[in-house]
């Protein structure tokens, strides 16, 4: 038996928790040793309970183990342990750090990384800001870590993609199970250039405590978490804290005080939380150097006509009363009301409910 096959023998075992792996480590110095020994000397270990002896005792099968290891292999899975010179440096040096990892795809490599978390149920505003943060971070280097949820998870992961980039999803079951199922299409883009994590073993299936538990891992790979959007309380702000105790930089998208969506980043904010009002700030703070899509502002700049461009250029992200529009734009109002109609034909802007209106970044628009 390998280091690494001992590693994965001791973290498969059934009812043995990470704490108590890491005490017998610490004790006997190596999973190998703990292999090795009779079971008469494990019934002696007084810091494991009667139940823990007996699934260490039942699962010192080689046979079993070896057709574990197979499967793995089999499903192109990569188990890594904490030993591993694989593993990565930033998770190793968190508190709580997992005993290993299954990995399908790749493993985000040392060089800068952002977290993008917010709400499962975000607005239109919450996704527009998740994708375009995430392009541009994406385009200009910078690893995308989130965790396959519905809403902002998703859409940094997509913004990832979309700018050809890295990103990296960390998941509440094993990694051979996609959760939310809707999310399989990303799921499988994902593990085109960047990869699937998780600390529990295959066919682990998702369960509500293992989320919490799955945040500090996503933000122990990450250098800088943004929260996008949430709610006073929140799986994000679970997050936050973890990566506070962690060490790390929280910045927050601010938000309306009346929106509930932005309770919880306005707290943050109001606990020291950076405000972050653009892409480039993130990579300022990493030491990324930004470089512009010129091709996209050409774009930008082509794709709108003037009476077009003033009413676009009205809008944001934030929804919009026609009142305002009308109010602000230098047009007749039946020049405006006709350019609405026609950036919404484009797929451009969005009424989002009667007479209030949102745009749709060109940088997303195909």
Same mark, same amino acid.
């Given at each position: 038996?390998?280091?690494?096959?001992?590693?994965?023998?001791?973290?498969?075992?059934?009812?043995?928790?990470?704490?108590?792996?890491?005490?017998?480590?610490?004790?006997?110095?190596?999973?190998?040793?703990?292999?090795?020994?009779?079971?008469?000397?494990?019934?002696?270990?007084?810091?494991?309970?009667?139940?823990?002896?007996?699934?260490?005792?039942?699962?010192?099968?080689?046979?079993?183990?070896?057709?574990?290891?197979?499967?793995?292999?089999?499903?192109?899975?990569?188990?890594?342990? #904490?030993?591993?010179?694989?593993?990565?440096?930033?998770?190793?040096?968190?508190?709580?750090?997992?005993?290993?990892?299954?990995?399908?795809?790749?493993?985000?490599? *040392?060089?800068?990384?952002?977290?993008?978390?917010?709400?499962?149920?975000?607005?239109?505003?919450?996704?527009?800001?998740?994708?375009?943060?995430?392009?541009?971070?994406?385009?200009?280097?910078?690893?995308?870590?989130?965790?396959?949820?519905?809403?902002?998870?998703?859409?940094?992961?997509?913004?990832?993609?979309?700018?050809?980039?890295?990103?990296?999803?960390?998941?509440?079951?094993?990694?051979?199970? #996609?959760?939310?199922?809707?999310?399989?299409?990303?799921?499988?883009?994902?593990?085109?250039?960047?990869?699937?994590?998780?600390?529990?073993?295959?066919?682990?299936?998702?369960?509500?405590?293992?989320?919490? *538990?799955?945040?500090?891992?996503?933000?122990?790979?990450?250098?800088?978490?943004?929260?996008?959007?949430?709610?006073?309380?929140?799986?994000?702000?679970?997050?936050?804290?973890?990566?506070?105790?962690?060490?790390?930089?929280?910045?927050?998208?601010?938000?309306?005080?009346?929106?509930?969506?932005?309770?919880? #980043?306005?707290?943050?904010?109001?606990?020291?939380?950076?405000?972050?009002?653009?892409?480039?700030?993130?990579?300022?703070?990493?030491?990324?150097?930004?470089?512009?899509?010129?091709?996209?502002?050409?774009?930008?700049?082509?794709?709108?006509?003037?009476?077009?461009?003033?009413?676009?250029?009205?809008?944001?992200?934030?929804?919009?009363?026609? *009142?305002?529009?009308?109010?602000?734009?230098?047009?007749?109002?039946?020049?405006?009301?006709?350019?609405?109609?026609?950036?919404?034909?484009?797929?451009?802007?969005?009424?989002?409910?009667?007479?209030?209106?949102?745009?749709?970044?060109?940088?997303?628009?195909?």
């Amino acid at each position: 038996m390998t280091e690494e096959e001992s590693w994965f023998w001791i973290c498969s075992i059934q009812g043995l928790y990470r704490n108590k792996i890491k005490n017998l480590i610490q004790y006997f110095h190596s999973p190998k040793n703990v292999y090795s020994m009779s079971d008469s000397q494990i019934k002696k270990i007084s810091l494991l309970t009667e139940k823990e002896k007996n699934s260490i005792i039942v699962s010192k099968h080689p046979g079993e183990l070896k057709i574990k290891f197979d499967k793995l292999k089999e499903a192109n899975i990569e188990f890594i342990s #904490c030993m591993s010179s694989k593993f990565p440096r930033k998770l190793a040096e968190i508190p709580d750090a997992p005993c290993c990892l299954y990995v399908k795809g790749k493993i985000p490599e *040392e060089k800068p990384s952002v977290a993008i978390i917010g709400a499962r149920n975000c607005s239109n505003y919450g996704k527009e800001i998740a994708i375009e943060y995430a392009k541009e971070l994406a385009a200009n280097g910078v690893q995308i870590i989130s965790g396959l949820a519905r809403g902002i998870d998703s859409y940094g992961h997509e913004g990832a993609l979309t700018a050809n980039g890295q990103t990296f999803a960390v998941l509440g079951c094993g990694v051979n199970i #996609c959760y939310p199922k809707e999310n399989y299409p990303l799921y499988v883009n994902i593990l085109k250039s960047g990869g699937v994590i998780s600390e529990y073993p295959m066919n682990t299936q998702p369960r509500s405590m293992l989320f919490p *538990e799955r945040n500090r891992i996503i933000s122990g790979l990450a250098d800088i978490i943004i929260v996008v959007e949430a709610r006073h309380r929140s799986g994000s702000l679970i997050t936050s804290d973890l990566a506070l105790e962690q060490g790390k930089d929280i910045f927050a998208v601010p938000g309306r005080i009346t929106d509930s969506l932005s309770s919880g #980043c306005n707290r943050l904010i109001s606990q020291g939380a950076a405000i972050v009002n653009s892409p480039k700030e993130i990579m300022d703070e990493l030491g990324v150097k930004y470089v512009q899509n010129k091709k996209l502002l050409k774009k930008c700049n082509n794709l709108l006509e003037r009476k077009e461009n003033m009413v676009y250029s009205c809008l944001d992200l934030q929804p919009k009363s026609l *009142e305002e529009i009308l109010s602000n734009v230098d047009l007749k109002n039946s020049e405006i009301m006709v350019t609405l109609v026609d950036l919404e034909l484009k797929g451009l802007i969005k009424e989002t409910s009667k007479n209030y209106y949102v745009r749709i970044n060109i940088e997303n628009h195909k």
